[in-house]
T-cell receptor, first 115, second 112 residues
Framework: GAGVSQSPSNKVTEKGKDVELRCDPI?????LYWYRQRLGQGLEFLIY????????KSGLPSDRFSAERTGESVSTLTIQRTQQEDSAVYLC?????????????FGPGTRLTVT | GENVEQHPSTLSVQEGDSAVIKCTYS??????FPWYKQELGKRPQLIID?????GEKKDQRIAVTLNKTAKHFSLHITETQPEDSAVYFC???????????FGSGTRLQVQP
């Protein structure tokens, strides 16, 4: 079946502009996560959605970052007034609450470059 | 919150040798510990995971051990092959949130 997809795959933007990144989780996966991966570094948690519960926003680095999710489907991560330090790969992952599986399936990521 | 430390940051081994990567975590209530492999320019892929009620798990050439008392877990790769070359990340799932906290990664290079 289809895996997690993300768009765009690459985004170059000028400092100060807003960007919107999209994630399509695996169908039926109620949990969705956003992570940020700076070059050569590990993955930093940004935000987590689970069904209709309030999202866990504890990883968002500033109020310039926000995310939405429509039901149990598509999510968008928005970065306002982008800064050069926002340059990174933004990864989305989804997981299913079925059974005892905790596995998170990652999308290919969006590489954001802020010039 | 959870904090995960990973060592070493780089590891070079000869083909056929074993490789060991170690991680420690801070939240004693963490209950799930996956390992991901990330090849250059690709997404992280789960290679093995372990729950807190198990001490060891094996899958062919890969094994993970967990020491809950010491709060550390390790990845063991035996009979390494050049295709094992990648960055490996450990992670832990705490009780405060269901997202994973990742280690900083280990770049493994297997020399043919």
């Amino acid at each position: 079946g289809a895996g997690v997809s993300q768009s765009p795959s690459n985004k170059v933007t000028e400092k100060g502009k807003d960007v919107e990144l999209r994630c399509d989780p695996i169908s039926g996966h109620t949990a969705l996560y956003w992570y940020r991966q700076r070059l050569g570094q590990g993955l930093e948690f940004l935000i987590y959605f689970q069904g209709n519960s309030a999202p866990d926003k504890s990883g968002l680095p500033s109020d310039r970052f926000s995310a939405e999710r429509t039901g149990e489907s598509v999510s968008t991560l928005t970065i306002q007034r982008t800064q050069q330090e926002d340059s990174a790969v933004y990864l989305c992952a989804s997981s299913s609450p079925q059974g005892s599986s905790y596995e998170q399936y990652f999308g290919p990521g969006t590489r954001l470059t802020v010039t | 919150g959870e904090n995960v430390e990973q060592h070493p940051s780089t590891l070079s081994v000869q083909e056929g040798d074993s490789a060991v990567i170690k991680c420690t975590y801070s939240d004693s209530a963490s209950n799930y510990f996956p390992w991901y492999k990330q090849e250059l320019g690709k997404r992280p892929q789960l290679i093995i995971d372990i729950r807190s009620n198990v001490g060891e798990k094996k899958d062919q050439r890969i094994a993970v051990t967990l020491n809950k008392t010491a709060k550390h877990f390790s990845l063991h790769i035996t009979e390494t092959q050049p295709e094992d070359s990648a960055v490996y990340f450990c992670a832990a799932r705490g009780t405060g949130r269901r997202a994973l906290t990742f280690g900083s990664g280990t770049r493994l290079q297997v020399q043919p």
